[in-house]
Structure formats: structure tokens, C-alpha cells
């Protein structure tokens, strides 16, 4: 096994700096109520949905720093549908969504999240974005590898702009979730791995680093997330595989 920080990560995908992306999220607070909404949750500790209900934000809400990189993938998407395995809060679907909204560009979300937090925390802000977005937004309760495999069988690949992974944090897991976003995932598409720093998802980042050179990387474009961008299709002989380094690390604990 070897150190996580022994071989580096590739960073050859350029994105801008974090003043720039926090400058570009505050602007949009005037022109979008989800976004408005998502902000003012994240930095009081509660969502308020316009009927007066409230939804706290504790615990697994994106930071502001983590939803400017979303809001400026999502202005970059290049098809109209989005993914996400796990809803939590909807702080990354509100912002997904009202950025698209926002640039009155036609968009579909969908996330899969099948059990959802405790004492029902998400269902106010998931009732909110019901109402805003209609049709356009749907939670599936159903487990990720199991809604990705469904979406593929109906509608097939490479129609996916932008997939957020930041479901179960198993290893396998993750690794699923990326090979069933790949498969969807368009050419020019992102796919963004939410807590990148710890060893489970770093492993599953290793591998792509060492074997999918397919993907440009931006490894912790913001505080634990990790961009990859689809650059061309899998050309790889059908047995290729590249030793990667392990994190030796266990469980939560976070890269130095």
C-alpha cells in the first residue's frame, strides 16, 4: 500500500480561482430565489420555504465555496440534464437549478437519494424545489446504482452535462456511481466528486488519475471536491489497467 500524498494528483483541467467563483455566486443571489434561499440557509443554520416552514442546515449543507463550483459547472453544461446521487439538503440541486433557471436555458435534474436524512431534514427544501421547478425536478428514492442503470436502459449515454456524486461513500460505491456517470456522463461533460479528501473517494480519484485519461482533472477545486471533465471517448484496449497509489488512510481521516 502505498502513501496517498506520494504520487500527486494531475490538475490539468483550469478553472477559475475561488475569489472569482464566490464573486459570480453572490451576483446570482439577486436574479434567483433558490439560490437566494440555498445562501441565506447556509449561512443562518435554516431554509425558509415562502409558506413559513423551515428545514435545518446542519451537518451535510455544501459550503459556499463548494457551490460556487457547482453554480460554475452548471452555467457550463453542455445538455440539458443533470444528476446527483444523494439529495441531503438540496443545496447542490438548488444551486444546479437556479443557475440553469437563471440563464433561461431548458434543463432537467434528477437525483437519487433512497433514504434521505433524519427526522425527514431535506423534505422542506425538496417540497420548495417541487414547487419551483414542476416536472423539471424529481427525487427518485431508489438506490443510485440501481436509478442510474434504469436511466441508461431508458434513454442510453452520453446525455448528461453535469453529475454530482456524493451518495454512499463505500468505495464500491463510489466507484459505481462513477461508472455509471461516465457512461452518461456527454463529452465536453463534468462529473464532480464531493469529499475528495478522504481516502474512500480519493481512491476512486486515483484510479481515474491512473487510468482514464480520458478525463481532465481538477483535483480539490474547492475545500473536498474534485472536477473531472469527459475530454473524448474510452479508447482503452479492453484489459488495460494502470497501478494506481492507495491513501493509507482509513475511514474519515482527511488528506494532510
Known amino acids: ?37 440555498c445562501l441565506a440557509g447556509v449561512d443562518s443554520g435554516q431554509f425558509r420555504h415562502p409558506d413559513g416552514r423551515i428545514d435545518r ?17 452548471s452555467g457550463r453544461c453542455p445538455t440539458p440534464l443533470t444528476i446527483e446521487t444523494g439529495f441531503g439538503l438540496g443545496t447542490s440541486a ?21 433514504w434521505g436524512l433524519p ?3 431535506g423534505a422542506v427544501v425538496e417540497s420548495y424545489l417541487m414547487e419551483r421547478f414542476g416536472p423539471r425536478f424529481r427525487l427518485m428514492r431508489v438506490r443510485s446504482e440501481v436509478g442510474l442503470g434504469q436511466l441508461i436502459g431508458e434513454r442510453g449515454t452520453g446525455l448528461v452535462g453535469l453529475a454530482h456524486i456524493d451518495g454512499c461513500h463505500h468505495f ?30 480519493q481512491t476512486a480519484i486515483r484510479y481515474i488519475d491512473g487510468n482514464r485519461p480520458d478525463y481532465a482533472i481538477a483535483h480539490l477545486a474547492a475545500p473536498n471536491m474534485t472536477v473531472l471533465q469527459k475530454r473524448g471517448n474510452d479508447t482503452r484496449e479492453w484489459d488495460a489497467f494502470t497501478p494506481f497509489a492507495v491513501p493509507d488512510r482509513r475511514d474519515w481521516t482527511p488528506v494532510d
Request: aromatic letters at 6%; one cysteine or more.
Open 1 to 37: 500500500m502505498t502513501a496517498g500524498g506520494a504520487v500527486p494528483i494531475r490538475n490539468d483541467l483550469a478553472l477559475p480561482d475561488q475569489g472569482h467563483l464566490l464573486a459570480a455566486l453572490d451576483a446570482l443571489v439577486a436574479a434567483s430565489d433558490p439560490v437566494r434561499r
Open 172 to 201: 464500491e460505491n463510489v466507484m459505481t456511481d462513477f461508472v455509471l456517470a461516465d457512461l452518461l456522463c456527454a463529452v465536453g461533460g463534468f462529473i464532480v466528486m464531493h469529499d475528495a479528501s478522504y481516502a474512500a473517494i
Open 119 to 121: 427526522d425527514n431534514r
Open 57 to 73: 442546515f446542519d451537518g451535510v449543507a455544501l459550503t459556499r465555496a463548494q457551490l460556487a463550483l457547482v453554480m460554475h459547472l
Open 94 to 114: 438548488s444551486i444546479i437549478m437556479g443557475t440553469r433557471d437563471q440563464r433561461r436555458e431548458a434543463f432537467e435534474h434528477i437525483a437519487f437519494d433512497p
